[in-house]
Every structure is written in structure tokens, then in C-alpha cells.
């Protein structure tokens, strides 16, 4: 019988232990919770994207740079599958690549990081190639697309980097204007083209219709001449005959 109720006892001791300790955890627990409702997301991310940026714009950079290199140099020793897969492999690249921009320079708004910020749109506005004079590939086309889409979308976190923006939109403009002075230059040579053509159809007809009338007058003189000299060679026919 004693150690009957020393075991109850121990027993009884230890649910009040463990009530306790659940207790305990419960009210830890929704603290835990209170607190984290409590810090702000930005908070957790703007150390980790202040550590991560640099090295992101160099990664992204790099494979921009090379996306379009590997194809080259596969050029001449490569067969048409595999240079097909390497312009899939440096599209799907850039995409990536791009995407990587947009979000890091929306982060950086976000985080009020304007080093950061500054470092991606500059990065991404010299990829562009816009002022330089060299021919433009699809690549830096779609960086163009993006820097613009940028400004567009997201233009409440770039800042003042709308710079880059405005002279982006600004080369864009040149380039549209410049294309549309070309196509009239093509329209009007064109018509003029077709004009001088139209003008030698019609000189070559009425100098057809010329040659045309010649030879028609021409004809009646001929047969007249053509009948004098054989009435002549029938005249003297008859005198030798005779």
C-alpha cells in the first residue's frame, strides 16, 4: 500500500509537470508568432539582398556577355543541331538573365538600396547598346524591351534612374523616325522608278508606231517601181524578139 501511493504520487507530480511545460510552450509559442507578425519582410531580405546583390549583377552580366559568344566560336566546326540548341541555350539565358535585373532592381526599391539600384540599371541600359553605333542583335533588343518595361510597370522604385529610361525611349524615338524617312525615300524611289519604266513603254511604242507608218508609206512606192521595171523588161523583150 505505501508504494501504491508513492506511485500515484510520482505519477500525479508528473502531469503537473507536463501541464506545466504545455503551458509554458503555448504561451512561447504565441509570443513567437506575435513577433513574427510583428517584423516587417523587409527587414529579412534587405541584409540577405545587400550581401547577394554584387555578386547577381556580375553573374548576370558575365553569362550576358557570353550568350551570344558561344554560338560564334561553334560556328564554324558545329553541326545545325547543335548550333540550334546553342540559340535556344543563349536565348533562355538572356530571359533568365533579364528577369534576374528586373527582380534585383525591384528589390532594390523595395529595400531603398539605391547603390544597388543604380549598379542594375546601368548595368542593363550599356547592354542596351543605344548611342554606340554598333548593330544591335535580338539580345540587346530585349534588354531595351526590359529597361522600357521597367519604367512602365515598376516606375514608382527605379528612382532616379529614369534617366536611362528617357534615353533609352529617346534612341527608340530616333530610330522610328529614321525608319520612317527611309520608307518614304523607298516609296519615292520606287514611283520614280516606276515612272521612268512607264516612260520608256511609251517611247518604245510610239517609235514602234513610227517605224510603222514608214514602212506602210514605203510600200506603194515600191510596187510602183517594182511594175515599171518589169513593163520595161517586157518592152524590150518584145524589140528583140521583133
Not at 115 to 121: C, L, N
Not at 151 to 170: I, P, R, Y
Amino acid at each position: 500500500r505505501k508504494e501504491r501511493e508513492q506511485m500515484m504520487s510520482a505519477t500525479e507530480l508528473l502531469f503537473k509537470r507536463r501541464h506545466g511545460k504545455s503551458k509554458a510552450d503555448r504561451a512561447a509559442s504565441s509570443a513567437n508568432v506575435q513577433r513574427t507578425e510583428l517584423i516587417d519582410p523587409s527587414e529579412v531580405v534587405k541584409p540577405m539582398f545587400d550581401v547577394t546583390w554584387g555578386p547577381a549583377l556580375a553573374a548576370f552580366s558575365t553569362a550576358m556577355e557570353s550568350a551570344n559568344g558561344t554560338m560564334g566560336s561553334l560556328l564554324a566546326i558545329a553541326t545545325d543541331d547543335e548550333l540550334e540548341a546553342a540559340a535556344e541555350n543563349a536565348a533562355e539565358t538572356i530571359e533568365i538573365c533579364l528577369t534576374g535585373f528586373r527582380f534585383a532592381v525591384c528589390t532594390a526599391g523595395l529595400c531603398g538600396n539605391d547603390t544597388a539600384r543604380d549598379a542594375f540599371v546601368l548595368a542593363l541600359s550599356r547592354f542596351t547598346l543605344l548611342g554606340t553605333g554598333t548593330i544591335l542583335e535580338p539580345r540587346h533588343v530585349r534588354c531595351i524591351q526590359t529597361l522600357l518595361s521597367l519604367g512602365k510597370d515598376d516606375g514608382e522604385l527605379v528612382g532616379n534612374t529614369w534617366e536611362h529610361m528617357f534615353k533609352a525611349l529617346s534612341e527608340v524615338h530616333r530610330f522610328h523616325e529614321l525608319f520612317q524617312l527611309m520608307a518614304r525615300n523607298d516609296r519615292a524611289a520606287a514611283a520614280a522608278a516606276d515612272r521612268r519604266s512607264r516612260r520608256q513603254v511609251d517611247r518604245e511604242r510610239r517609235q514602234e508606231a513610227r517605224q510603222a507608218r514608214q514602212r506602210a508609206t514605203a510600200e506603194p512606192g515600191d510596187q510602183d517601181t517594182r511594175s515599171l521595171s518589169e513593163s520595161d523588161e517586157g518592152s524590150l523583150d518584145s524589140d528583140i524578139f521583133s
